[in-house]
């Protein structure tokens, strides 16, 4: 089977083809541009440079949330287009376990942590052995409410994720919290596809027209709005 994966949950984008298990083409830029600017090229590479088009793949997986709403719902509109002429499946996969993924395999426990500002981080955890096993829900949580889940976990211990360096900065002294290269807390196109493969494995893909963001929390706009209503005592 074929597998394409695409993130464009954050600052940075990637694309990935994964063949009968192989990794095929796997491309990724942090150039600070827009995923409007690089998006559609990136694709077009990754297929030139492995030969192959937007009918050879079998299942299309694209980081549905948590993340940028904007970036999620260009990733999430790109693959629609590309998947609807043919009906293949695609999977929304989680952008903390496509961060897992793409973490090698060992002993002790991941923490996957995006920043959510406001001192929140949307978090997940997996034990790396075996196979990134999920040890905690996607969530959306202060940092510092972290507190009990680190302190009991499989160690070492590795954060990954934008929101990283907010978790180091309160759990770093703890034994056992290790950091890993920089390069490991970006999300790869390989990890969504890995993610898509056992998403896949599971039954758990849906028709394009399903494709729809997992966001974990309201906009801007709605907690603003939200707390006018508030203020007003009007509804919420």
């Known amino acids: 089977m074929t597998f394409f994966g695409l993130d ?13 298990g192989q990794l095929v083409c796997e491309s990724f830029l942090n150039t600070g541009l827009t995923h409007s600017e690089t998006l559609m090229g990136l ?13 050879d793949v079998d299942v299309w997986g694209v980081c549905s949330g948590p993340g940028s709403f904007t970036g999620l719902r260009i990733g999430l509109a790109a693959v629609k287009g590309m998947a ?19 973490c090698p395999g060992g002993e002790g426990t991941v923490l996957t942590a995006l920043d959510a500002r406001r001192g929140q981080v949307y978090w997940a955890a997996f034990d790396l052995a075996p196979g990134h096993t999920r040890l905690a829900p996607d969530a959306a949580a202060p940092v510092t409410s972290l507190a009990a889940f680190i302190k009991n976990c499989k160690k070492p211990l590795f954060f990954v994720g934008d929101g990283a360096k907010l978790c180091y900065n309160e759990y770093g002294q703890i034994p056992g919290v290790q950091a890993p290269p920089p390069a490991l807390g970006h999300v790869r196109g390989l990890g969504v596809c890995l993610a898509a493969a056992r998403m896949h494995a599971a039954g758990q893909c849906v028709l394009p027209a399903a494709l729809v963001p997992s966001y974990h929390r309201l906009s801007q706009a709605e907690r603003e709005r939200a707390e006018r209503e508030k203020s007003k005592g009007g509804p919420l």
């Not at 694709?43 to 192959?52: P, Q």
């Not at 609807?84 to 793409?102: D, K, Y």
């Open 43 to 55: 694709v077009d590479g990754a297929f030139r440079s492995a030969g192959l088009g937007p009918a």
């Open 8 to 20: 464009t949950a954050g600052r940075t984008v990637s694309a990935a083809l994964l063949q009968d």
């Open 84 to 102: 609807f002429p043919t009906g293949a499946l695609c999977a929304p996969v989680s952008t903390l376990e496509a961060l897992a993924q793409g």
